[in-house]
């Protein structure tokens, strides 16, 4: 079998998939004023960008909305994958496919519903419905990273801790959350990831009075080239970076 | 004599710096049960991967019937596989797992539905025609792997442990059913197994592998009886070694010192000189176990007793500490026949029944080095 | 059985998530339904005559324009995704254990990386006075400056940015479920290279196939702001759509409408997929 071909193509797929992402990151320490030359190294946009007061408050509601959104979603999530998993209860199905359809459905059609809703109820749009719509969509994808790691935990365990002894909530307490712990931070940092990157489903939900960070950065690079998106890009390409190996990390290290 | 149907020569495979094959040669004849047999690690089974065609040999030829088949791909060698997990295709249906190999040989429909409705018959599957694997017990998936191979009516079946994923019971089923069908399709019939007594029970001949080479190649009988080496001694059956010593010589038989008894023996197939170390081996089933106040052969102990059903297998610790494994066919009338454990006792063996093997050279070289210290 | 007083715990959890679930999910989705067949009010957005003109106001030739014009992006995307992931998650089955860790990390990191701006990067490469255009005329491929940007082949290169990880990675998955022994009986059984694709490798990678088009074409007409970032006011999807007549034109039927329809791709594709993998009998016969 020839090797060469597969590795050839698998590194170039790889150089398209990075090539934006290395430009949007030399191009934020760019000195030139318009977007598309080269003017020398600078740290300008970066200033620019902790100088923009309405970026900097963006930025917190946003990290704070990610944070609130995440921890919710792990709790509920967490409760519902271990309840999914020990017992038996009438509409277990039907719940497995919600969360299934609620995970495949476009943002879009999630994102008018909770409109729907929240203007039915009469709820301001702000960081309250803004909550309840990421919590939502980032559910079941905790539901699925701790079923992933019940499914794979021995059944054996509980028995032995309830046969020396540990009561239903012990057990639960001594043994299944310690065996979930890292599923739980693996779910918690895809949920703020997830919370973090939305657009879609926030450019509905959202009201003037709490602007998170991907709305400000979509009213501003739908028309022309602002620098300032290359620094805060760069920014939060590190910021996911950091995430992503710390998840990585905990997984890896708890499977051994 | 029957004539030779696929030849090995001088077949080796190295997987890195690993020697896994080395300049093996094997002639396997026509219409045989063969088996390879060897621990794991032995290169049975990438012998067999030669065979079919997945692995290419570094060096050496392989030749069916006279064509010369080392370069050609697996789908044009005329033998075929039964794989250890049987590797049915999980999205077809029983009968379209059987009829894959004659669509591939463009064969018209009405002859694909007549010849795989025949080798479903023959397995007995005729009413799962429609069923798909996953709906099979694991008894049955073998015979449709076997039926998916035998249909294309091969010269050569490769056999890789496909038994092994079968519970005792089964297994025992599954390897009368093979015996049948061999006989039935005439078809030559090459097994691997690491199981010893399955390739003793259905094999015309074994193959005992180890290292990458034949270590000896012969009926279950020879193999079992006069075993080559003591590899093959220590890997086929349970084996007592005694130490012997070469007292004297005649025309065809020498006498040998054996546990402190003089035996005449027939002369082995080795050069022996007076004096000589050699390995005196004897089966559980050839040793007696006798009453401690007779006269007759080495005092001992029992040490362990392991109620086998048929047949009762003792532990017999001797005095200078040898331990001898006995296996006794089991007399209930016998009042004489149940010792108890720390039971004295004397131990023989049916005289004639010994095989000798020499030294090897890894013992020589230790015995020597011993000598010197 | 035990009784609701001996399990507080249980029924507190479910009462939490249903309570959620059908709260936040199937309350809202319901109301979608409802305002779908209501009538447009400027004022309340919504009142009672109930009707159908919503739907047929899917299609008004307008709108069904706009609609087939996203579908056929959608589906140019997915084929697009397709016909590389398909190659390019093989090739990486292949590759050793400890090194596919890492390409399938690398292949994340994208994917952890905030959306917008990864569009907007594309934005740098692709414009008029780029970096793409820069480098062909620099070497002279080319005389003038293409027109990239804001072209119907923008929003489909966006899309395919944005979406590839989530094709190659279900492929991926039923790659390394593939078994080798698989392929090696087909040879075995008489079977070339290509026969054992066709017979053996695609029925059984279609799970993977279908899952991985279910998680790019429905994104692919949904993703509004790729157009709106790359593509200009002509090449629109159905999620443009939407949201126009949610957020602009507060027309609510007919956006609800237009979701609806996305909502029944979406149950058309789910059920596809459900049937390939029945098929391979990993769920239950």
């Known amino acids: 079998m020839k090797t060469w071909l597969p590795r050839t193509y698998l590194t170039l797929v790889y150089i398209l998939l990075y090539v934006p992402i290395v430009v949007l990151v030399v191009f934020s320490f760019n000195d030139a004023r318009t977007g598309y030359d080269w003017g020398g190294l600078s740290l300008r946009w970066y200033e620019a960008l902790f100088n923009n007061t309405a970026m900097v408050r963006a930025m917190w509601n946003s990290l704070w909305l990610a944070l609130s959104a995440a921890t919710v979603s792990t709790l509920i999530g967490a409760l519902t994958a271990l309840a999914l998993h020990r017992y038996r209860f009438r509409g277990k199905r039907v719940l497995n496919g919600m969360l299934f359809v609620v995970m495949m459905s476009p943002e879009i059609v999630l994102a008018i519903s909770l409109l729907a809703l929240f203007l039915l109820v009469g709820l301001q749009l702000g960081y309250v419905s803004l909550l309840l719509a990421h919590v939502t969509f980032c559910l079941p994808f905790v539901v699925i990273t701790v079923m992933a790691r019940l499914s794979g935990f021995d059944e054996s365990l509980p028995e032995a801790a309830r046969d020396l002894g540990a009561s239903d909530f012990i057990m639960t307490r001594t043994v299944l959350i310690p065996a979930i712990m890292p599923a739980l931070l693996a779910g918690w940092l895809l949920g703020f990831t997830l919370s973090l990157d939305d657009v879609v489903v926030s450019t509905f939900v959202s009201g003037p009075s709490y602007e998170i960070l991907p709305l400000r950065i979509y009213s501003m690079v739908r028309v022309g080239l602002k620098p300032e998106v290359n620094a805060l890009g760069t920014l939060l390409l590190v910021f996911s970076l950091v995430m992503l190996m710390l998840s990585q990390w905990i997984l890896i290290r708890s499977k051994r | 004599m029957k004539k030779t149907l696929l030849s090995l020569r001088e077949l080796s495979k190295h997987f890195g710096d690993k020697t896994v094959l080395d300049a093996l040669n094997l002639d396997i004849l026509d219409g045989e049960f063969i088996t390879l047999l060897g621990p794991s690690g032995c290169g049975k089974t990438t012998l067999l991967r030669l065979i079919a065609g997945f692995e290419h040999p570094d060096a050496g030829t392989i030749t069916l019937d006279g064509t010369d088949l080392t370069q050609v791909p697996p789908e044009h060698r005329p033998l075929n596989t039964v794989f250890q997990h049987y590797a049915l295709f999980p999205h077809m249906s029983v009968f379209d797992n059987v009829a894959y190999g004659l669509k591939m040989e463009k064969r018209p429909k009405d002859e694909i539905r007549q010849r795989v409705d025949e080798v479903l018959a023959m397995v007995q599957l005729q009413d799962f025609a429609r069923r798909k694997p996953h709906q099979l017990s694991g008894g049955q998936q073998q015979r449709v792997a076997i039926a998916r191979a035998v249909v294309k009516r091969p010269r050569l079946l490769l056999l890789d442990e496909p038994l092994s994923a079968l519970d005792y019971k089964l297994r025992r089923t599954m390897q009368v059913e093979l015996k049948r069908l061999q006989r039935e399709l005439g078809i030559t019939f090459v097994f691997v197994t690491h199981d010893q007594e399955e390739a003793l029970s259905m094999s015309d001949r074994v193959v005992v592998l180890k290292g990458g080479l034949v270590q000896q190649l012969g009926t279950p009988r020879e193999v079992y009886e006069r075993p080559a080496n003591l590899f093959t001694a220590g890997f086929v059956g349970e084996t007592n070694l005694f130490p012997g010593r070469v007292l004297s010589q005649a025309d065809d038989s020498i006498s040998v010192d054996v546990l402190g008894f003089k035996r005449t023996l027939r002369r082995p197939g080795f050069k022996v000189q007076d004096g000589q170390p050699v390995h005196v081996l004897l089966r559980p089933e050839d040793i007696r176990v006798l009453d401690p106040d007779g006269d007759q052969g080495v005092a001992g102990k029992i040490v362990e007793r392991n109620y086998k059903g048929s047949t009762l297998d003792s532990v017999i610790q001797l005095e200078d500490g040898t331990e001898v494994l006995a296996s006794e066919f089991f007399d209930e009338d016998d009042p004489m026949f149940d010792y108890r454990l720390g039971e004295p006792v004397r131990v023989s063996w049916v005289d004639g029944w010994e095989w000798l093997l020499p030294e090897e050279a890894g013992e020589i070289a230790d015995r020597e080095l011993s000598a010197d210290a | ?285």
């Open chain 3, 1 to 285: 059985m035990h009784s609701i007083r001996q399990q507080p715990f249980k029924t507190a959890v479910l009462a939490l998530v249903w309570g959620w679930l059908l709260f936040l999910v199937l309350a809202p989705n319901l109301l979608v339904v409802g305002a779908s067949v209501m009538t447009r009010d400027p004022a309340t957005f919504l009142s009672l005559p109930l009707n159908l003109d919503a739907y047929r106001q899917l299609f008004d030739p307008l709108y069904l324009d706009v609609f087939l014009h996203s579908l056929y992006m959608a589906a140019m995307t997915t084929l697009i995704c397709l016909l590389i992931g398909y190659p390019f998650a093989w090739a990486l089955s292949k590759v050793a254990r400890q090194r596919q860790l890492l390409l399938i990390f690398l292949l994340i990191v994208p994917f952890w990386t905030n959306s917008l701006v990864r569009t907007y990067a594309l934005k740098l490469i692709l414009a008029t006075n780029g970096l793409l255009n820069k480098a062909l005329l620099s070497v002279g491929l080319i005389e003038e400056p293409l027109q990239m940007l804001y072209t119907e082949g923008a929003v489909i290169i966006g899309l395919v940015y944005l979406l590839l990880p989530f094709m190659i990675l279900p492929l991926y998955s039923v790659f390394d479920d593939l078994r080798q022994e698989l392929l090696l009986a087909s040879h075995d059984l008489g079977a070339g290279r290509l026969a054992t694709f066709v017979h053996v490798i695609v029925p059984l990678t279609l799970p993977g196939v279908l899952a991985g088009v279910m998680l790019v074409l429905l994104p692919a007409m949904g993703l509004f702001f790729v157009p709106d970032i790359l593509g200009g006011s002509r090449n629109l999807l159905v999620g443009n759509v939407i949201k126009n007549q949610f957020l602009d034109a507060r027309n609510w039927p007919f956006g609800a409408a237009a979701s609806i329809l996305l909502t029944l791709a979406m149950a058309l594709l789910m059920f596809a997929h459900k049937l390939s993998k029945r098929r391979l009998g990993e769920e239950g016969a």
